[in-house]
């Protein structure tokens, strides 16, 4: 199985802020690594798909790239609702394989 | 709008089985893959089952291979998951989620359900 590795694993930052989350994986998964968002208690929200695809409905201010076997997902000027757990997930090869998370906090 | 709505989890002995189902509602279920991923209590996320939308195809991952299937009925909009030889460490929320059929490998998982609580401890 191809192994996601996230970092930080936290990260504290303030209303306002630009925070790059890097997510980097064992093998070669191209560009196919998707990113979501974890609010506690809710769902996980699909937020980019193929490295840098915006989905429907997520602000601008969040965007993804890279390629092979490292990948960032950036969020630039931070909003109160920013604040939650972010993983991203390899789709190149099946058992499609997420990283272990990254807590983004309030600083 | 997309519903996926998840039922049947609850406390089981270690051993014992269960199935998981969700109803999807608001899109042509039989055109989309689907799957489970389940999320242990403050852990991360692990998709344990995938199915394609003509249930041709199907994945796991090595922690419930041979334990837990997949299946769904296009008929009814359902997607299920039996699972089988339940261990203490198959406690978690699992999540029901849809897969948009682009093709491989552009896979990602669209909607999700609410998630339902499965507890394994005698």
């Known amino acids: 199985d191809i192994q996601m590795t996230q970092s930080p694993s936290s990260l504290s930052a303030s209303v306002g802020d630009r925070v790059i989350i890097t997510c980097r994986a064992s093998?070669?998964?191209?560009?196919?690594l998707n990113w979501y968002q974890q609010i506690p208690g809710k769902a996980p929200k699909l937020l980019i798909y193929a490295t840098s695809a915006l989905h429907s409905g997520v602000p601008s201010r969040f965007s993804g790239s890279g390629s092979g076997t490292q990948f960032t997902l950036t969020i630039t000027s931070l909003q109160p609702e920013d604040f939650a757990t972010y993983f991203c997930?390899?789709?190149?090869?099946?058992?499609?394989?997420f990283g272990q998370g990254t807590k983004l906090e309030i600083k | 709008q997309v519903q996926l709505v998840e039922s049947g989890g609850g406390l089981v002995n270690p051993g014992g089985s269960l199935r998981l189902s969700c109803a999807a509602s608001g899109f042509t279920f039989s055109e989309y893959s689907m799957s489970w991923i389940r999320q242990a209590p403050g852990k991360g996320l692990e998709c344990i089952a995938y199915?394609?939308?003509?249930?041709?195809?199907?994945n796991y991952p090595d922690s419930v291979k041979g334990r837990f299937t997949i299946s769904r009925d296009n008929a009814k909009k359902s997607l299920h998951l039996q699972m089988n030889s339940l261990r203490v460490e198959d406690t978690a929320v699992y999540y029901c989620?849809?897969?948009?059929?682009?093709?491989?490998?552009?896979?990602?998982?669209?909607?999700w359900g609410q998630g339902t609580l499965v507890t394994v401890s005698s």
């Open positions: 989620a849809r897969v948009p059929d682009y093709g491989d490998p552009l896979r990602y998982f669209d909607n």
């Open positions: 199915i394609s939308s003509s249930s041709g195809y199907t």
């Open positions: 093998r070669n998964v191209v560009s196919y």
């Open positions: 997930q390899q789709s190149y090869n099946a058992p499609y394989t």
